[in-house]
């Protein structure tokens, strides 16, 4: 409304009515108005045609249009910008009804209504006017932004159990506008039955918390193919507290679910790589503790022998030396077992396991590194440690790596040679166990602290930079965290965090 002014085209034949309505608007509290009047409808529409107005109050009997077909003309010059409230003498309810089904915002009876409730009307009406345009305008920007989307929209009536679906949830389903029966048996069947019981149990829980659903699931479409679904919706109750309706919105998300299984693929082989580029460092160490077992072997299987051939009647002495071979054979296989085990390919298998055993295991692999560089590693293990959940190959690739880069860096310092320690412990209010690998080695520079977890960034001359790269992103799908801080007076602490096993 320019300058705070409503402009009003009052649109009357009665010189008496038009002084009288112009005088109510004027001295009114509900303005101020300002003006413009018009005796004829052809006079009307060329004010209309050459002016703004907010609002127009119309007489349907004027000397060039009569009734109805008054009202219809000035909503073809002005569809829907413009209020029009009728203002007639003719008391019909019949009239009246008519009136408004055809474009009117209100309808007043001259004579009936005070002065100052037919200003207030008017005002009212255009303020509802406008009201309903802003309205109107969010829902089409609202209904753009869905289709551009894609999203569909639900509404589910809990107490009778009927579905509505927009033609894009159906769509979504692989169904038509017309195919979905609007039950919750109906909706069910589009599941798939591997995710039914998750989602009805989603579903339940947020009706008995009133907290927002947010579920995804997958569903199968006629032709048999699976799509994943993104749903959120918002429970609405009565003042009882009862649930009377879900109303949500529903995405597909089948391309972000395929890239993510294609990037935890991804990983997962790159981790195996790294695990296989880590035993090539243990190798040596491998082939040393293999050959412990072998020679036993040789040795037993020659006394063995021998005894034999003596001709010595006598069983104990060969079954002796078979007992060896066979405890020596189980030791061979265990080391290889253990190899195999550490680089094996497959999905990772979240269970229970005791993160102090994984510790033993872990520093049993490295024994001939450790041994070779004089190592002993001091095992803080904290006593009475709840299990964890998680993969044990992958934590215990971790592990080796952390304690490889430890002793490498005690190697490259003038430290002390038993400079490193293990100690395992509750973290995070008995939420998770933490596990920390604290060197006394050469330490890292401030500088490089910062990327110390970036790809191909290393601090090592022949490193490729992915393995602490790598570690974080195997312990953070795990569920925990790996951090690094410098030691106060030399070398480095990395901890690592693993959800404990509910």
């Known amino acids: 409304m320019d300058g705070d002014f409503i402009h009003i085209l009052l649109v009357e034949d009665n010189t008496a009515d038009a002084v009288l309505l112009e005088e109510e608007l004027e001295e009114s509290p509900f303005g101020p108005f300002s003006i413009t009047h018009a005796r004829r409808l052809a006079d009307a529409l060329g004010h209309l045609q050459g002016q703004r107005f907010d609002a127009v109050l119309l007489n349907l009997g004027l000397p060039d249009s009569q009734g109805l077909k008054t009202l219809e003309t000035i909503r073809n010059v002005k569809p829907r910008e413009v209020t ?42 255009i303020e509802r006017k406008r009201a309903n345009e802003t309205v109107l305008a969010y829902e089409q920007l609202l209904s753009l932004a869905v289709d551009a989307a894609r999203i569909g929209i639900f509404d589910w009536n809990v107490q009778t159990g009927k579905i509505t679906w927009s033609h894009h949830h159906a769509a979504l389903f692989g169904l038509g506008p017309d195919q979905f029966g609007g039950t919750c048996d109906d909706f069910q069947r589009c599941v798939h039955p591997d995710d039914l019981k998750g989602t009805i149990d989603k579903i339940q829980q947020s009706l008995a918390d009133g907290k927002e659903y947010c579920h995804d699931y997958r569903v199968v479409w006629p032709d048999g193919s699976e799509h994943w679904i993104a749903g959120r919706g918002r429970v609405f109750n009565d003042p009882q507290g009862r649930p009377l309706h879900m109303i949500g919105a529903i995405a597909d998300i089948s391309q972000r679910k395929s890239a993510e299984e294609s990037a935890r693929v991804r990983e ?11 035993m090539g460092q243990m190798a040596s160490g491998m082939a040393h503790e293999l050959s ?31 007992r060896g071979v066979l405890n020596e054979t189980r030791r061979a296989g265990a080391i290889i077992g253990s190899m195999r085990s550490f680089i094996r390919k497959g999905r990772p298998s979240s269970v229970p396991l005791n993160i102090n055993e994984l510790v ?66 509750l973290h995070d209010k008995g939420r998770s166990v933490q596990v920390s690998v604290i060197d006394t080695g050469t330490g890292i ?33 795990e569920g925990g965290r790996l951090t690094a801080a410098p030691n106060p007076d030399r070398g480095m602490r990395f901890s690592f965090t693993v959800p404990v096993a509910e």
């Open 84 to 125: 029009v409230v009728v203002v007639t003498g003719m008391d019909e309810e019949a009239l009246r009804i008519k009136a408004l089904q055809q474009g009117a915002d209100d309808y007043l009876i001259k004579g009936v209504s005070t002065d100052s409730v037919r200003a207030q009307s008017v005002r009212y009406a």
């Open 268 to 278: 997962a082989e790159m981790a195996r790589l790294s695990r296989i580029s880590t």
């Open 292 to 322: 412990q077992p072998l020679g036993a072997i040789l040795n037993y299987a020659t006394a063995c022998l021998e005894h034999i051939q003596s001709g010595d009647e006598s069983p104990e002495h060969a079954l002796t030396a078979i």
């Open 360 to 425: 033993r295991e872990s520093v049993a692999m490295l024994e001939f590194e450790l041994r070779n560089q004089g190592v002993h590693p001091r095992l803080l293990l904290a006593g009475g440690l709840p299990n964890v959940l998680g993969d044990a190959v992958q934590i215990e690739q971790v592990l080796v790596n952390l304690l490889l880069n430890a002793l490498e860096a005690i190697s490259d310092s003038t430290s002390l040679p038993n400079g490193l320690i293990v100690n395992t412990g």
């Open 445 to 477: 520079s401030p500088e490089k602290m910062g990327r110390l977890f970036e790809p191909f960034y290393t601090t090592k001359a022949k490193g490729l930079g992915m393995g602490l790269n790598i570690c974080r992103s195997i312990i953070e799908s």
